[in-house]
């Protein structure tokens, strides 16, 4: 049984920085893309960031270029997303997602397995 375990959401204050762990089990991790998602109250769910299986690529979105850091470590089986500088647009729960071979997807449908989400607020 696959299963995707996120922890490391909370609150914070603008400007302030949290780290994102995805703990995988159930499936032979360094054969699937990685990616964070997120979804804000009202709001579809949006890609954030995608690591590539190896972890030598990776992509962000606009809104988060520069701030955000995708990572992964395959002896551990866990993909990281280290926020700084958060702003209060930030808030949402995020996801962490598996897709299966070596390229994530900005499409949230097409990924395989999914975690239960963790909260991330961010105060102004």
């Keep these: 049984q696959v299963q995707l375990v996120e922890s490391g959401g909370g609150l914070v204050q ?3 920085s949290l780290r994102l ?3 995988a089990s159930g499936l032979t991790f360094s054969t699937y ?3 964070w998602l997120r979804q804000a109250p009202g709001k579809e769910r949006e890609f954030v960031a995608g690591i590539s299986w190896g ?3 990776t992509y962000y979105q606009d809104p988060v270029k520069g701030r955000f850091t995708i990572s992964r470590d395959n ?3 866990e993909v990281y997303l280290q926020m700084n500088s958060l702003k209060p647009e930030d808030t949402a729960v995020y ?3 598996a897709r299966y071979g070596s390229r994530w997807s900005p499409t949230y449908e097409e990924y395989d397995y999914w975690g239960q989400g963790t909260q991330v607020t961010v105060s102004s």
């Design 14 to 16: 603008a400007g302030g």
């Design 95 to 97: 996801y962490c997602a």
């Design 33 to 35: 893309a990685m990616a």
């Design 55 to 57: 972890g030598g690529s």
């Design 75 to 77: 002896d551990k089986n």
């Design 21 to 23: 762990s995805c703990a």
